[in-house]
Nanobody, 125 residues
Framework: QAQLVESGGGLVQPGGSLRLSCAVS????????IGWFRQAPGKEREGVAC????????AYADSVKGRFTVSRDPVKNTVYLQMNSLKPEDTAVYYC??????????????????WGQGTQVTVSS
């Protein structure tokens, strides 16, 4: 049974940091891409970042580039999203997702087949 379990969300002050975790199980990581998405109330779901299985290729949304970093622990089958210099506009429910892409990775929702439950990130004083 394919499953992605997220953790690490919470409340943080502007300028602070959080690390989100996504534990992946139930399917092969061969040719598997992991993406991170977020959705704020009243807004469309937004692609944040993605990485190929072996971190050969990564991509980031312009809004988070230079502040967020995707990484992977192959022993734990866990993908991380390190978020630094957080801003109030980063407040959203964050989702990790898995799918297959032939070349590199794109942070487009239709490219992903399996989704986590989401974890709330709130950036506020």
């Amino acid at each position: 049974q394919a499953q992605l379990v997220e953790s690490g969300g919470g409340l943080v002050q502007p300028g602070g940091s959080l690390r989100l975790s996504c534990a992946v199980s139930g399917f092969s990581f061969d040719n598997t891409v992991i993406g991170w998405f977020r959705q704020a109330p009243g807004k469309e779901r937004e692609g944040v970042a993605c990485t190929t299985r072996r971190d050969v290729t990564t991509a980031y949304a312009d809004s988070v580039k230079g502040r967020f970093t995707v990484s992977r622990d192959p022993v734990k089958n866990t993908v991380y999203l390190q978020m630094n210099s957080l801003k109030p506009e980063d407040t959203a429910v964050y989702y990790c997702a898995a799918g297959w892409q032939a070349y590199g990775c794109l942070i487009r929702s239709e490219k992903y087949n399996y989704w986590g439950q989401g974890t709330q990130v709130t950036v506020s004083s």
